[in-house]
């Protein structure tokens, strides 16, 4: 199987969707206080039921893991309303691409059944595609980083991967920075589209409109030194541990600052060599990582080069379910030089 079909539209989904999470974003801003969490409320509903309504019309068959579901939504009329709006505008301008995805959804009720569509176990066995929405939510209320992620899992193996990153620049080779990280804007020169098919590479593209279909190859970038790697990891401390991320930075014997990002922006920034290396590591020992937070970012840096495995070497299993149960952490890094980080981060581990 080519997968060719499934990341055409995969990249025309999110595409679609970051049209609405653009204009909540800029439609909010300065109108509410710094901590209500609403935009990202629209944002995830709008986006998911986009997404979902794309998936449906060309994979009926196919089961759906999303990260939102709309029972608190359906007791909300006025917030349904208020995405109804945004979701019914949001069309790309290439009408025969809109037409692929099946075109505007038809009415409020539509769009509630396509954000509960996506509330498959997920499991081991069939086509099931993994959704996060938007990935990074502190990111994109502080219009930092953060992510529309869609990928196919066939049989428990991740075989298509895309992540629209409105934030990050186009350019495959601008280094990472910690304004970068942490200060995004969608203005000229940002806004990039990943993608990846097992087995056959992983690529970039602009996301703006009219850029529909000028991929290139994207590839990570050789580290012959690893004192010279660049790491990526959480902005959240609570999401990964910085302590434990600097303790095997110098072990590695790295003394560049770390780069901080939310989202799954810091997989795609490694695939591309603009960083070297992602490390999540658990901060509580109880929390299982979900599968549409890892399942595009994971294809994309392994068609790009690189080994993704857990804290203990284990590729991350996306067939266990909605989350990766037999999973703690993930390293991601070249593959040429992996085992040496792995080694680091068993050993700072292990010492704990
Ligand atoms: N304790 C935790 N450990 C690791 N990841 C977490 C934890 N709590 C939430 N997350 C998830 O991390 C993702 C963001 O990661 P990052 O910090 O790399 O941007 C979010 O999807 C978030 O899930 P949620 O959507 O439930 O908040
Ligand atoms: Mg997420
Ligand atoms: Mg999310
Ligand atoms: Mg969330």
Wanted: with cysteine; aromatic share 4%; net charge negative.
């Amino acid at each position: 199987m080519s997968y060719q079909k499934e990341v055409h539209i995969a990249q025309l989904a999110v595409q679609r969707a970051t049209i609405l999470t653009q204009r909540v974003f800029h439609g909010t801003k300065g109108t509410e206080s710094k901590d209500d969490r609403s935009p990202v409320t629209v944002g995830d509903y709008g986006a998911q039921a986009l997404i979902i309504h794309a998936i449906q019309h060309n994979f009926p068959n196919d089961e759906i893991v999303g990260e939102e579901e709309a029972s608190t939504l359906r007791q909300n009329p006025n917030l349904t309303t208020q995405i109804w709006d945004l979701v019914k505008a949001a069309q790309l301008d290439d009408t025969a691409a809109e037409q692929e995805l099946g075109g505007p959804l038809e009415s409020p009720e539509q769009m509630l059944q396509a954000i509960d569509a996506g509330r498959s176990a997920g499991g081991l066995r069939g086509r099931i595609w993994a959704l996060d929405p938007i990935d990074g939510t502190k990111g994109f209320l502080r219009g930092g980083q953060y992510a529309v992620c869609l990928a196919l899992i066939e049989d428990g193996d991740v075989k298509v991967g895309v992540l629209a990153c409105p934030n990050l620049p186009v350019d495959d080779s601008a280094p990472l920075s910690a304004d970068v990280g942490e200060k995004g804007s969608d203005g000229e020169g940002r806004g990039v589209l990943f993608a990846a098919v097992f087995r056959t590479g992983a690529t970039s593209r602009p996301l703006g409109q009219g850029a529909l279909r000028t991929s290139r190859p994207i590839r990570m970038q050789d580290v012959p030194d690893i004192t010279q790697a660049t790491f990526c990891e959480s902005v959240e401390a609570g999401h990964s541990s910085h302590g434990d991320q600097a303790a095997i930075a110098k072990k590695l014997g790295i003394t560049k600052e770390s780069v901080r990002m939310d989202s799954q922006a810091k997989y795609g920034s490694i695939a591309r060599g603009a960083g070297d290396l992602y490390l999540r590591l658990p901060v509580r020992a109880d929390y299982e990582e979900k599968i549409w937070d890892h399942a595009a970012g994971d294809l994309i840096v392994r068609e790009a080069g690189g080994k993704v495995t857990d804290a203990e070497g284990k590729p991350l299993d996306f067939g266990r379910g909605r989350t990766l149960k037999d999973n703690k952490g993930v390293v991601a890094a070249p593959k040429t030089v992996h085992q040496q980080v792995l080694d680091a981060v068993k050993s700072v581990l292990s010492s704990k």
